[in-house]
């Protein structure tokens, strides 16, 4: 699969395979991706808590309240991504520009997380809905919860979804 | 190229041929792939100003005040990423949240955008430190200017770098 039809089947997964786990050496191949992703200043300012099981369960009961995610339930891995603090440079900087590098950082390895997963043939899908407080107990993380991201396999119904999008003369200038 | 090739491929590239443009091509290829990329609500925050030539110069300009970014004087395309007003959902999840979702998009976007350049075969570089009202100005955007991404042929003689990071059993928790 080239990198132009990676991006085309990478869609967000919101039916899994509750059945099938996540072969450990695919986690790793993740991770690995994730770790190679570029952040500002190389600071790498975030942490990723990878929950299997029960704590992928107790995760996830953070992640439907208000009627939210109800696939949840059902997804074998949560990945947890919290921040770190920056470095002295990276922080400066952002004082300086007024700009939130660290989420910036933690989007670059989310999308390097979701395309290698696709990668790896598993479905995956990016939660910004979260008790960030409850996940820190549960992962014993001081920094700030940003995203969970929901790995597994996708049910075999789950259909290749067109993409809707902007349009590229709404999108994008040219000069 | 595989995706973990790809991954392994793309570095920071800090030394341009200015004497090569880029295939407009290639750069449509770079623009699709970027709006395919996920955002938060499907709410794709953001705006991409493409600038080649005097624009491009001018651009540069406000990435090279202090001493920094010198090589950005021989970049032939600058992607200048700014945002643009969230959804009404997605901006209710931010607040609710206090979770800087558009800055992850446009971290999301920054990733596909230099993954699909490396692809083609074009180096790149995200530029964190440049003037936003000037930008604002030379590309006629409302929105903060957030990320510029530095386009273009390296020079044969930029080598692949090892790539620095911290190791993986500081990154992860497992669980």
Known sequence: ???????QQRQSCRSFD???????????AILNTARLSPSACNAQPYHF??????????VAQTTMTMGKNPFAA??????????????????AGSKTMGNDY??????????HI????????????????????????ICNLDGAVRLVI???YAKES?????KMRKELTELVSQF
């Open 1 to 7: 699969m080239n990198f132009t039809q990676l991006v």
């Open 18 to 28: 509750s059945t099938r786990g996540v072969e450990e050496e695919k986690l790793a």
């Open 49 to 58: 808590s990878v929950c299997r099981g029960e704590t992928a369960r107790q």
């Open 74 to 91: 059902d997804v074998p891995v949560m990945l947890v991504i919290s921040e770190m603090p920056y470095s002295e440079r990276a922080a």
């Open 102 to 111: 660290r989420s910036m950082d933690i989007g670059i390895a989310a999308a």
């Open 114 to 137: 979701i395309l290698e997963a696709t990668n790896q043939g598993l479905g995956s899908c990016m939660l910004g809905w979260f008790d960030d407080q409850k996940i820190r107990t």
């Open 150 to 152: 929901a790995i597994g």
């Open 158 to 162: 789950d259909p290749l979804r067109p």
